[in-house]
């Protein structure tokens, strides 16, 4: 299996521009999840996804940030307008559901986006 | 509100010998906890996790030790090798039906030195 897949691997944009990241999850799995990285607050949850459905979307920051899950192969989190603020690593993560949860998640490579 | 707190940022450690890092966590309805590890331009891979109801996970070298009444856990790494240079993570969930949801730890970045 190829893994979860993220797209694109480094996004550099100025100031007030669309950003749009994008996720490939493990075939199979059930959940998917979005995190964003930073030195201060570690690895965040921003949303996550059961079966293409938002199930928990208290970790987005703002209304600027949005997330969609079309079909269990695709996901996208976009950021409208970006700041520098923003600017992180997002990780992208899957996993199989388990009857009582195994809590053990797969992640794609991240994207670093920095905002200038 | 950091519920999973990993006070040392960074910890260097003599190759061969025991690697300790520790996570803390304030939520007590966690009951499931697990440590991840990164290398640098790839995601966290998981390593090893520990259900509340035990308070010692063993997996080769690498072993979690869980004290609920401190509701405190530690990752031991032994022998600590070159490629155990790392970031880890440390997580902690609740065990539901249909709860996968993890919380992070701010992570520790581990050095070996040769």
């Known amino acids: 299996d190829a893994g979860v897949i993220q797209s694109p691997r480094h996004e550099v944009t100025e100031m007030g521009q669309e950003v749009t990241l994008r996720c490939k999850p493990i075939?199979?799995?059930?959940?998917l999840f979005w995190y964003r990285q930073t030195m201060m607050r570690g690895l965040e949850l921003l949303i996550y996804?059961?079966?293409?459905?938002?199930?928990?979307d208290s970790g987005m920051p703002e209304d600027r940030f949005s997330a969609k899950m079309p079909n269990a192969s695709f996901s996208t989190l976009k950021i409208q307008p970006s700041e520098p603020r923003d600017s992180a690593v997002y990780f992208c993560a899957s996993s199989r559901a388990g009857a009582s949860g195994s809590g053990k998640q797969f992640f794609g490579p991240g994207t670093r986006l920095t905002v200038l | 509100d950091q519920q999973v707190k990993q006070n040392s940022p960074s910890l260097s450690v003599q190759e061969g010998r025991i690697s300790i890092l520790n996570c803390d966590y304030t939520?007590?309805?966690?009951?499931?906890f697990l440590w991840y590890k990164k290398y640098p331009a790839e995601g966290p891979t998981f390593l090893i996790s520990?259900?509340?109801?035990?308070d010692k996970n063993e997996d080769g070298r690498f072993t979690v030790f869980l004290n609920k009444s401190a509701k405190h856990l530690s990752l031991h790494i032994v022998p600590s090798q070159p490629g155990d240079s790392a970031v880890y993570f440390c997580a902690a969930t609740t065990l539901y039906f249909g709860n996968e949801k993890l919380t992070f730890g701010t992570g520790t970045r581990l050095t070996i030195i040769p």
């Open positions: 939520n007590s309805m966690f009951d499931y």
């Open positions: 996804f059961n079966n293409n459905v938002p199930i928990d």
């Open positions: 075939s199979g799995h059930d959940y």
């Open positions: 520990i259900s509340s109801i035990k």
